[in-house]
């Protein structure tokens, strides 16, 4: 069965340094998202990305934030300057054309120091 | 911004009986709902969904029910085992392709 697929699993960073999560969506989606859930807390919508352009994002999603889709297979998240509290397990999703359905991948977990 | 409220966050059920997981939601735009379960250290994974204009959807042992006026959901896990213990989350979406709003889940745990 298709997956979407996620590096790194774990990513460990000092405050204030730049960090890129990478993402490989099902090969014919046409949707792209990134959520993230912060720990013990609810699944938090990051951003949509449709047409080389993202479609929506969320207050979270700030200037810091930014995402690219370089070579029609990877979907990046860079966070430019990170944060203490931008510590979380990030997932990316990708969805068909026509459907609500969303497939996520198993995330990438960011630690912040 | 609490539109998906999933108020029990978790439920102990014996290995066999039914698991009822609730959802409430505030917003009457949403138009498509879906329940995803997830396991630790792993993504969320399609359960079962409805769209606005069914009132009951079954696949199997799971069965969601949605009932729009009172704008609320439920999965029903018939019979429950061992293996369904994980979180169990609800969304919701507007229209198709928008974003999925999340409740907090809630942890279901299946007692042999």
């Known amino acids: 069965e298709p997956e979407v697929t996620q590096t790194p699993s774990h990513q460990v960073t000092q405050m204030g340094q730049e960090v890129i999560l990478r993402c490989v969506p099902i090969?014919?989606?046409?949707?792209f998202y990134w959520y993230r859930q912060i720990l013990g807390q609810k699944v938090e919508f990051l951003v949509s990305?449709?047409?080389?352009?993202?479609?929506?994002k969320s207050e979270i999603f700030d200037d810091q934030f930014s995402v690219e889709r370089p070579d029609g297979s990877n979907f990046t998240l860079k966070i430019r300057s990170t944060k203490l509290e931008d510590s979380a397990m990030y997932f990316c999703?990708?969805?068909?054309?026509?459907?609500?359905?969303?497939?996520f991948g198993a995330g990438s977990r960011l630690t912040v120091l | 911004d609490q539109q998906v409220k999933q108020n029990s966050p978790s439920l102990s059920v014996q290995e066999g009986r039914i698991s009822i997981l609730n959802c409430d939601y505030t917003?009457?735009?949403?138009?498509?709902f879906l329940w995803y379960k997830k396991y630790p250290a792993e993504g969320p994974t399609f359960l079962i969904s409805?769209?606005?204009?069914?009132d009951k959807n079954e696949d199997g042992r799971f069965t969601v029910f949605l009932n729009k006026s009172a704008k609320h959901l439920s999965l029903h896990i018939v019979p429950s085992q061992p293996g369904d213990s994980a979180v169990y989350f609800c969304?919701?979406?507007?229209?198709?392709?928008?974003?999925?709003?999340f409740g907090q889940g809630t942890e279901l745990s299946v007692k042999p």
């Open positions: 999703a990708s969805g068909r054309l026509g459907a609500n359905v969303l497939t």
């Open positions: 090969s014919n989606h046409l949707y």
């Open positions: 990305f449709y047409n080389n352009e993202i479609s929506e």
């Open positions: 917003n009457s735009m949403f138009d498509y």
């Open positions: 409805i769209s606005s204009i069914k």
């Open positions: 969304a919701a979406a507007r229209n198709q392709g928008g974003k999925l709003i």
